[in-house]
């Protein structure tokens, strides 16, 4: 499984929820409807100095449907350069089977699993290499 966050402006959220329904990619999903921070396209602190504000979308997904994601993302990214729109994942553990082992018991590490063609243009991917 893999985690991916969007975190991008208000002002484009109707935009990516559109994209990924386009793409049949990210039906599940968990929102954070107000986020602020300082990115690379400034500060987002809904206040008065820096009104604007960002939202994050967390979806837990398998690589074919992060890849549509991604296509998703990058449309509306390409529509809206500005708007400090990202794309980050993270591969889970539990899916690489890494599970702690029970007190007293050693386990074995597991063998690398090979990655699949196209994923490599996943943003921010960890443990892509």
Not at 65 to 80: M, N, P, S
Request: charged share 20%; net charge negative; hydrophobic share 45%.
């Amino acid at each position: 499984m893999i985690r991916i966050e969007i975190i991008a402006n208000h002002s484009v959220e109707e935009n990516i929820l559109e994209a990924l329904a386009a793409e049949h990619v990210g039906q599940y999903y968990t929102r954070y409807p107000v986020t602020m921070g300082v990115g690379h396209a400034g500060p987002k602190m809904g206040d008065a100095i820096w009104p604007e504000e960002n939202f994050v979308l967390v979806i837990w997904c398998e690589e074919a449907e992060a890849v549509g994601i991604e296509r998703a993302v990058a449309t509306v990214k390409a529509t809206f350069p500005d708007e400090g729109i990202k794309l980050f994942g993270l591969r889970s553990s539990l899916s690489q089977g890494i599970l702690p082992a029970p007190v007293g018991e050693a386990r074995p590490e597991p063998e690398a699993e090979p990655i699949p063609e196209g994923v490599e243009g996943l943003a921010g991917l960890a443990g892509l290499e």
